[in-house]
């Protein structure tokens, strides 16, 4: 908090944005273990027409390529319009049907299974899905099912739950490129709807990445392959998208690389990584948000392959 002089600890609670997806893509796997969910049910199985119309692609997307990111729908936070709506009302608690308004009649990336582009969308569409297989929140079920099993005190999903303000990392960003640091700690970009919100520290964090890859406590073997099949290269990425968790730091040696997932958002930037040949996990949060063009971007990046060679030597 640069307001108040205080410095960012591992203790202090962040916001962790899209690693939630990796906590909403291990809850789809333990409810398709359980077989309330099919991997390739389609979407539509469970999704009115109403609630997809407009949508394109939709009416072929599933399960599988929603948490692959393979079904070429547009994705909202890339919406011009939903950032102004974003700036123009800044702590709005956004509803999932709300969200999809800023996609609706968007034109596909490529058709559905040619190729891999993230997509927030995605994973919002996950997130509606979980809810109408089991008539409950999505956010209970990751509290009941992930966080409170496996002992994430610290870990919160906004706005269902409120993280306490006395030990929530401030946000910053040079929002309007004139070298000055914004205060964005209030800006909700769709938090809570299966893409973003989770507010944890980077202990929580570094815990779950373990127990999930290490230490395996989490999800059968068999579902851990399927998490961890990763396609084709997305385009001028270093990384590959698995179903709901990433194969990141692919630029390095062959052998250096992790499971986990990157989070960024408006204000804040967070890693949680596994490296299984080197039996290391990397956890870090940033207090400012890296994902959009800024001068701080490179730095950033140079610092995250800084802790990368640190590890390895």
């Known amino acids: 908090d640069i307001e108040k002089d205080v410095d960012f600890l591992p203790c202090h609670i962040s916001k962790s944005a899209s690693i939630t997806k990796m906590l909403v893509g291990t809850l789809t796997f333990m409810l398709i273990e359980e077989g309330k969910l099919g991997l390739d049910d389609p979407i539509k199985k469970w999704l009115s027409a109403k609630t997809l119309k407009n949508i394109k692609n939709a009416d072929q997307a599933t ?3 929603c948490l692959g990111h393979r079904t070429g729908i ?4 890339v919406d011009q319009e939903f950032y102004l709506a974003v ?33 927030n969308t995605n994973t919002l569409l996950v997130a509606m899905v979980i809810e109408a297989a089991t008539g409950r929140q999505h956010a209970d079920l990751v509290r ?9 005190d610290k870990t919160y ?19 309007y490129n004139n070298g000055t640091l914004v205060n964005l700690t209030n800006y909700n970009t769709g938090s809570g709807n299966g893409y973003g919100g989770l507010y944890s520290n980077a202990l929580d964090l570094l815990d779950f990445v373990e127990d999930l890859f290490r230490e395996k406590r989490v999800l059968s073997q068999s579902s851990l392959d399927l998490v961890l099949s990763f396609g084709q290269k997305e385009k001028d990425k270093d990384r590959l998208l698995g179903l709901g968790a990433m194969k990141s730091f692919t630029e390095r040696a062959t052998d250096e690389f ?7 958002d408006l204000g804040y930037s967070a890693d949680a990584f596994y490296f299984p040949n080197q039996d290391m996990t990397l956890s870090f949060m940033v207090n400012y948000g890296t994902d959009a063009k800024s001068d701080l971007q490179d730095v ?8 990368a060679d640190a590890m390895m030597k």
């Open 63 to 65: 399960l599988r390529t």
């Open 74 to 77: 547009a994705d909202l936070i």
């Open 87 to 119: 700036l123009n009302n800044p702590d709005k608690f956004w509803e999932e049907t709300e969200l999809l308004e800023f996609v609706r009649g968007d034109d596909p990336v490529f058709p559905h299974g040619d190729s891999v582009k993230y997509s």
């Open 144 to 152: 009941e099912r992930i966080l409170q099993p496996l002992g994430m």
């Open 157 to 175: 999903y906004y706005w269902h739950d409120i993280p306490p303000s006395n030990s929530v990392a401030q946000g910053y960003f040079d929002l």
């Open 258 to 264: 992790a499971y986990g997932h990157s989070g960024r």
């Open 300 to 307: 950033f990046f140079d610092f995250r392959k800084a802790i």
